[in-house]
């Protein structure tokens, strides 16, 4: 079922992002409102994704920003909004494609990346807290 669905605080879904690649739509989901194609590396997440047992809320990049050719004006003010999407998500999900040597190597080097950035912002959040000792004092 698709809908529409708030960007406030109190929504609860879960954003998906997954690699997109160069990929062909060729799989095919059925809806309220008809066929979607969708690729294959989108096809396998919504299986990884899918629960049996109770309903989930959604936000697909590739399936809730229209992907005509003539809405580019719509598109871009959707990636505008992606960091909002993402800031008020449940969860987020990240599918970078069925597990394999290549996929299993940027996972690995994804959780060292996440390691970096997070003491980074540690040694920024420092620097301005100190900076800022420095100013009150001034």
Known sequence: ?????SLDE???YT???YSWDSQTSTGKIESNIGSLLITPNCESALRRLRDVEKTQTLWIDS???NQSPDTLD???LQVTLMGNIYRHAKYIV???GESDEPTAKVIRRS???SMRLRKITMKIEESIKSESVKMCRE
């Open 15 to 17: 954003a998906l992002s």
């Open 10 to 12: 109190s929504a609860k």
């Open 94 to 96: 990240m599918c970078v």
């Open 1 to 5: 079922h698709f809908g529409v669905l």
């Open 111 to 113: 959780g060292k990346l």
């Open 74 to 76: 719509e598109q871009n």
């Open 63 to 65: 399936i809730c920003i």
